[in-house]
């Protein structure tokens, strides 16, 4: 079973940078779908980003394009959500999510909660203004 653990929230000032690391057990990052998601205190949970197993190719939702990015590090066994230029409305707890699925998936599949099957504990983001 695998387990992701993240690190690397805390409390920035508007226009500052965090980097977000996710830490796999269980599994290699690089057999799985790697993901973010997020969820700002009283609202649904929403897609941040994905990064496919091969190519590197990336996913992003509109708010936060150019500003994140999503990487991995196969050899650390790691994932990381670098974001700059952070703003208020990006405060919420950020999810690490992963999926060992052999299937190739069509975009929307990338964007959806629900296609995940591991899952971290989040790790808090607040920025201020």
């Known amino acids: 079973q695998v387990q992701l653990v993240e690190s690397g929230g805390g409390l920035v000032q508007a226009g500052g940078s965090l980097r977000l690391s996710c830490a796999a057990s269980?599994?290699?990052?690089?057999?799985?779908?790697m993901g973010w998601f997020r969820q700002a205190a009283g609202k649904e949970r929403e897609f941040v980003a994905a990064?496919?197993?091969?190519?590197?190719?990336?996913y992003y939702a509109e708010p936060v394009k150019g500003r994140f990015t999503i990487s991995r590090d196969n050899a650390k066994n790691m994932a990381y959500l670098q974001m700059n230029s952070l703003k208020p409305e990006d405060t919420a707890a950020y999810y690490c999510?992963?999926?060992?699925?052999?299937?190739?998936?069509?975009?929307?599949?990338?964007?959806?909660?629900?296609?995940?099957?591991?899952w971290g504990q989040g790790t808090q983001v607040t920025v201020s203004s």
């Open positions: 999510v992963g999926d060992s699925s052999p299937l190739i998936w069509p975009e929307s599949s990338y964007f959806s909660q629900r296609s995940y099957n591991y």
């Open positions: 990064i496919r197993r091969s190519a590197g190719w990336t």
């Open positions: 269980g599994g290699t990052v690089g057999s799985l779908i």
